[in-house]
């Protein structure tokens, strides 16, 4: 994946998240609508489900709320609130420091014996949302 492509999809990816997450909000605080497609196929929650609650209330403060809703909150929430930024400041000073992170960070991960343990805490995660009710 070049630079370009890379710093386009995180940044539209990021600028939807944060749009998706004002929506629900400010517009859509009763609604149980789910964007998830397994769930709304199969009717059980996916690894992710309960992301969104999970980044509201990371960004209100409950941490420990966060975490139990779904720890991949906190996860995207940093990662939403410090890409675009990290993304601007490699624009303006034309450095690929993202990028060269994001390659490092896929090739470590693609490491068998922690991309292992990865897997395995998102089955674990996906278990445990089933048995939450999410």
């Known amino acids: 994946m070049t630079k370009n492509k890379l710093y386009a999809i995180i940044s539209i990816a990021c600028f939807l998240g944060l749009a998706y997450l004002f929506y629900k909000i400010n517009y859509s605080e009763s609604s149980h609508l789910t964007v998830c497609i397994i769930k709304n196929v199969t009717g059980y929650a996916c690894p992710s489900c309960g992301t969104t609650r999970a980044v509201q209330l990371f960004l209100q403060?409950?941490?420990?709320?966060?975490?139990?809703?779904?720890?991949?909150g906190i996860?995207?929430?940093?990662?939403?609130?410090?890409?675009?930024?990290?993304?601007?400041?490699?624009?303006?000073?034309?450095k690929e420091t993202f990028f060269f992170w994001y390659k490092k960070t896929e090739e470590i991960i693609r490491v068998k014996w922690i991309a292992i343990p990865l897997i395995i805490l998102v089955l674990l995660n996906w278990i445990w949302n089933i048995y939450k009710g999410l």
């Open 61 to 72: 403060g409950e941490i420990a709320a966060s975490v139990l809703m779904n720890p991949f």
């Open 75 to 94: 996860l995207v929430a940093i990662l939403m609130i410090i890409s675009p930024i990290w993304i601007l400041f490699d624009v303006i000073t034309k």
